[in-house]
């Protein structure tokens, strides 16, 4: 491809017709949605062609397809399109307020920070927050996250990691099924129905192996593919779960959810706030203090 300087970039309408042809394969359909003739769409991908010194698009038949260049740049330019969007939305949301962008894991925004959130925007009023949902790591920098909640190792390049709490995961159940199935020793609990995180299979057989206990039926049970339907499970008694003790501090509470045991099982995973390495921005500093304090309080609320 030819060298692109800043002062030749392409215009934002060769660049949207270009994004829009990409989504659809078709010049027609892109012109539909542009409002523009077919021509005209087909004059401005061959100028974005000739500029760039690539072919984005070859002919098939009556219709369009995306070259491997074409789907390479139509994959990154979507989510160009979209940051330049978010910017925009954004600027004008906000004004004079600093918006923080975080990415999150859903079931720890909804469980164990949103409940918490009322005391950071009270001290922070100048500050607004942005929860979008990744359950994956991402490009923190590329996608324009000032912030994300990362599960697991320490193990995202080029970034700032702090750690906010190791996971313990300890066997709970509703009242009703503990005195059902007398589920008050692991000998019990092991023949009692369980409920499986489809991502954890393993989980409940690590909990047994430390209780001296292996059998091949634990894998039996009922399985999800959400902690937030397990503990849905768990409170209407169809199984005992295995659940991280920061998910379920409302339900322990109250007594919807009692422990089967005071030994957690200690995983090797933990939970970790994660910034972009070079910045020294003032807000994400603010928010992560403010995260570190409430681990560091709820750590002690556990113990």
């Not at 829009?20 to 359909?29: D, V, Y």
């Amino acid at each position: 491809m030819h060298s692109v300087g800043h002062h030749n970039l392409p215009s934002y309408a060769l660049l949207r017709s270009f994004e829009c042809a990409a989504r659809h394969e078709s010049f027609t359909q892109a012109a539909e949605e542009l409002h523009l003739t077919q021509s005209a769409v087909s004059r401005q991908v061959k100028e974005l062609e000739d500029m760039m010194g690539a072919t984005l698009f070859r002919r098939v038949g009556r219709r369009v397809a995306l070259t491997e260049a074409g789907r390479r740049f139509a994959a990154d330019l979507a989510i160009d399109l979209k940051n330049l969007r978010q910017s925009v939305v954004r600027a004008i949301a906000v004004g004079e307020q600093s918006t923080l962008r975080i990415g999150i894991l859903p079931t720890f925004a909804s469980r164990w920070l949103i409940p918490r959130l009322a005391t950071f925007l009270g001290d922070h009023p100048d500050i607004e927050i942005r929860l979008e949902t990744r359950t994956l790591p991402f490009d923190i920098t590329r996608e324009r996250f000032d912030i994300a909640i990362h599960f697991g190792k320490a193990d995202w390049p080029d970034a700032r990691m702090t750690k906010l709490f190791d996971e313990e995961m300890l066997p709970v159940a509703s009242p009703k099924f503990r005195d059902r199935h007398m589920a008050t020793e692991p000998a019990r609990l092991a023949e009692a129905p369980l409920l499986h995180l489809i991502t954890r299979e393993s989980a409940w057989i690590d909990w047994f192996a430390m209780n001296k206990i292996s059998d091949r039926r634990l894998l039996t049970g009922r399985h999800f593919d959400q902690f937030s339907m397990i503990i849905s499970a768990a409170a209407a008694s169809l199984g005992a779960a295995l659940l991280p003790k920061y998910l379920i501090e409302t339900e322990l509470d109250s007594g919807i959810l009692i422990p089967l045991s005071d030994m957690p099982l200690k995983t090797h995973n933990s939970y970790f706030v994660v910034s972009a390495a070079g910045d020294v921005n003032p807000q994400v500093n603010a928010f992560t203090r403010w995260l570190m304090s409430a681990a560091k309080r709820a750590n002690r609320r556990s113990a």
